[in-house]
């Protein structure tokens, strides 16, 4: 018994985990029909997706503009250093050029003096210049990074652009395809009750009517009766015909004696 427990309750576990799996999915797929079963769904599926790339653009926006701010704050500050770069070399160079007067002159205190100047202007002047190195090496890396936000931008204005057509378009397709499936439906009988024109309804009357009619015929004897009058008709017919030749033969005969072209009739039956 203790060798099936953790079987049993890894089934048990198997079972809710793909339990919770299914459901999850059926309320994916109950979530999708309320876009795909209609064309307002379509319509409603469609603003979502505008006002999420509405949404989306405006995150967007607001990033390439903190990017764009950044970079553009980057080279306001280089030029900033590069003019006071310039100034710290113009003092360089004066406190070398004094440097070299001073000792000419045998100016010892003033030359040191010079020289210390000197070495403050010329670590100023490398320090600046290091920073406009990196400062360009920034802008270099954000540059194309602000170009590339820049086209990601253009191309979601461009879907939202394009989403109402497509938006129009989609629908149409719905309402075309779903207008085929109907006609092939009707045409092999498919339709639910519900989905019938009311002509259907009619049309579909008359043949049950016409089927029961001859049904109910066939069981009253209708047929038989007809077929029998038919034949009586047939036979009075004849008969008619019949008649009307023995009258036709009588008359030639009465008109033949009254010509003198044929000897009287005479009735040759013995007498009684």
Not at 197 to 213: H, I, R, S, W
Request: charged share 30%; net charge neutral.
């Amino acid at each position: 018994m203790s060798d099936s427990t953790p079987g049993f309750f890894a089934s048990v576990w198997r079972f809710v985990s793909f339990y919770k799996l299914r459901k999850a999915m059926g309320i994916a797929r109950a979530a999708d029909r309320q876009f795909t079963g209609s064309a307002e769904g379509i319509s409603d599926a469609y603003d979502i997706k505008h006002d999420t790339l509405v949404h989306d653009f405006n995150a967007l926006m607001a990033a390439v503009t903190q990017v764009a701010t950044a970079v553009e704050a980057k080279r306001l500050q280089k030029g900033k250093i590069v003019a006071n770069l310039a100034t710290e070399k113009r003092a360089l160079d004066g406190a070398l050029g004094a440097v070299i007067k001073r000792e000419q002159a045998g100016d010892t205190a003033g030359s040191a003096e010079a020289k210390a100047d000197a070495v403050r202007f010329k670590a100023n002047v490398d320090k600046m210049t290091a920073q406009i190195a990196d400062l360009d090496t920034q802008i270099a890396a954000n540059e194309p990074q602000l170009e590339q936000l820049k086209r990601r931008l253009t191309d979601m204005q461009s879907k939202i652009a394009n989403l109402s057509s497509e938006k129009a378009n989609a629908i149409g397709q719905y309402v075309s395809n779903q207008a085929i499936i109907d006609a092939n439906k009707k045409l092999l009988g498919l339709q639910s009750s519900a989905d019938r024109d009311p002509t259907d309804a009619v049309e579909k009357m008359l043949g049950e009517q016409a089927a029961q009619a001859k049904v109910s015929g066939e069981i009253a004897g209708t047929d038989a009766s007809d077929k029998r009058n038919a034949y009586l008709d047939a036979a009075a017919a004849d008969t008619a015909g019949d008649g009307i030749e023995a009258m036709l033969a009588a008359r030639r005969e009465k008109a033949a004696v009254k010509d003198g072209t044929a000897p009287a009739h005479v009735d040759d039956r013995p007498k009684i």
